[in-house]
């Protein structure tokens, strides 16, 4: 689908003391719609206190938060100014920045399932990053697997499946996934990329999110690094916790990764608004650059990418993590962490012997598979199999169907 053939809506909010005004910008209007909801500053900012409060504490309840009618009358109006498939930018302010607009249902479905769904921080930077749109997208840098403590059971995996996707991929793996060799490569801004891939643990500094960033085999990649770097990139993946977190200054300007990134001339990024699961998210990035392959736009790439995550089965989850299980070496840290995902699906599927019949092969163990931590986690996920509350599900029953899993990554930039 051409760029000329998409209908573009631009949703822009602006919170008061008093109430949240809506602005509604639609391509055959003369001038935007206006509505106000009455949802107070202080009342937005103790909710969006209370969802991440959810995150930390509740996460099975974060999809009957985001249905509350406070959030549905925030989103109601895009119903109204798009049809379904129309592209939606939309432009939070204050504490919607911290909050999951994409994943609000409507007449019982997200709004990414009715549209596909973008962010832009004002329409000028939108206008910025729509100039720094490049025209292929056949070349990846792939960033994975920087040595950590738990190592990331599913890095190589995915660096493995998203560089398969290009026609051009270049991969820094485990050692190599350094901070100074990432910086003297991307510099100059010559020969870069066209999608730049990280897959690495990451962190938001609150106190100085400048210091927030990617955490690399010498170091952290901060966002102040990048903005000394020329990035002629169009896109920028981040398969981090936290990645797309900003803090908020005077004039609700944004402090953060994805700011220093755009500033730094890539034309879009896809980060996350909290701490993701390793799992879903490998399965969500890959299906989304399979997406992007088949010529969808990545905005669109997104929104199928989430719609596939939330069919998802328990059995299919399993089939997948015991296929990458199968290409590790036995008794390593790495085989001891899949093997405990692999027991806790099952269980989630019903077959709670099975599951526990794996926790005590890997208590059994000795060696690297044996430490005193793995030990640890190992006999807590025995105590909670033991517990008679345990949810049991069948295989069948779809395994990320909850916000936490399919709805923390947002597309920022250029949608296309």
């Known amino acids: 689908m051409s760029a000329d053939s998409v209908r573009v809506i631009l949703v822009e909010y602006y919170v008061t003391d008093h109430g949240i005004r809506i602005f509604g910008i639609v391509p055959e209007a003369q001038k935007p719609e206006v509505l106000t909801v009455r949802l107070t500053r202080a009342e937005l900012r103790a909710s969006a206190n209370d969802f991440h409060t959810l995150l930390r504490r509740e996460r099975s309840r974060m999809a009957d938060y985001l249905a509350g009618e406070a959030l549905r009358a925030l989103v109601r109006p895009i119903q109204e100014w798009a049809a379904p498939g129309d592209l939606v930018y939309l432009v939070p302010h ?13 007449d019982g479905a997200p709004l990414a399932e009715r549209n596909p769904v973008v962010l832009t921080p004002s329409a000028s930077v939108l206008r910025y990053c729509w100039s720094q749109r490049k025209a292929s997208r056949s070349s990846v840098l792939v960033v994975a697997a920087p040595p950590s403590d738990p190592p990331m059971t599913f890095a190589h995996t995915q660096a493995t499946a998203v560089s398969r996707l290009f026609a051009e991929p270049e ?13 003297e490569r991307l510099r100059t801004g010559n020969d870069s990329p066209d999608v730049l891939h990280f897959t690495a643990h990451g962190v938001f500094e609150p106190i100085d999110p400048m210091r927030s960033g990617v955490e690399l085999a010498d170091g952290r990649l901060t966002a102040e690094d ?13 398969g981090s916790c936290e990645s797309g977190l900003s803090e908020r200054r005077p004039g609700d300007e944004l402090i953060g990764l994805t700011r220093a990134l755009l500033y730094a001339g890539a034309a879009s990024t896809l980060v996350s608004l909290w701490r993701v699961d390793e799992l879903s998210t490998g399965l969500l990035l890959t299906r989304f650059y399979e997406e992007l392959r088949a010529g969808n736009s990545k905005a669109e790439s997104l929104r199928r990418a989430q719609a596939w995550l939330r ?16 290409t590790l070496v036995p008794g390593t840290p790495l085989e001891t962490a899949l093997l405990m995902e692999e027991a806790r699906l099952l269980a989630r599927a ?23 931590r793995a030990q640890a986690r190992i006999r807590a996920a025995q105590v909670r199999l033991g517990r008679p509350v345990l949810e049991r599900r069948s295989g069948e029953d779809r395994a990320f169907p909850d916000p936490y899993h399919w709805a923390p990554f947002v597309l920022t930039g250029d949608w296309c």
């Open 94 to 106: 204050d504490a919607l920045h911290r909050l999951p607009l994409h994943a609000v249902p409507l």
């Open 171 to 183: 991969v820094l793996v485990g050692g190599r996934a350094s901070r100074a060799g990432l910086m």
């Open 226 to 238: 990048v903005l000394g770097l020329s990035l002629a990139v169009d896109l920028v993946v981040l």
């Open 311 to 326: 069919r998802l089965t328990h059995a299919d989850v399993l089939r997948h993590a015991q296929d990458v299980r199968s």
């Open 350 to 372: 019903g077959d709670v012997g099975t599951a526990l019949r794996i926790y005590d092969d890997l208590c059994a163990a000795r060696g690297p598979a044996g430490g005193l």
